[in-house]
């Protein structure tokens, strides 16, 4: 079992940049696919951003690309999105995923993560 818990959200100005944290325990983190999500108010869960479990592979949403990095540290069993250049439009409850399966590729799937952390909001003023 993987327990996954997020920090890092808040309050930021438009234009501004927040750091994502997921810490994970149990189970094998460096072996797991990573993935961020999120889901704004009335709206459906949205993928952010996805890194293979060396790092080697990331994906992004169209939302995120050009402004978000994910990167992870296998030795802190953590993974971290970097977000820059905020818009209000990013304003959402941002959820750390798992995918334990060590065959496929990385994915921009909600169903393809067994393991899901309870969200940390982010808010971004204009």
């Known amino acids: 079992q993987v327990q996954l818990v997020e920090s890092g959200g808040g309050l930021v100005q438009a234009g501004g940049s927040l750091r994502l944290s997921c810490g994970a325990s149990?189970?094998?983190?460096?072996?797991?696919?990573m993935a961020w999500f999120r889901q704004a108010p009335g709206q459906e869960r949205e993928f952010v951003a996805a890194?293979?479990?060396?790092?080697?592979?990331?994906d992004y949403g169209d939302a995120a690309k050009g402004r978000f990095t994910i990167s992870r540290d296998n030795a802190k069993n953590t993974v971290f999105l970097q977000m820059n250049s905020l818009k209000s439009e990013d304003t959402a409850v941002y959820y750390c995923a798992a995918d334990s399966h060590t065959s496929g590729t990385i994915s921009a799937d909600a169903d393809e993560y067994e393991y899901w952390g309870q969200g940390t909001q982010v808010t971004v003023s204009s």
């Open positions: 149990g189970g094998t983190f460096s072996r797991n696919k």
């Open positions: 890194i293979s479990w060396y790092g080697g592979i990331r």
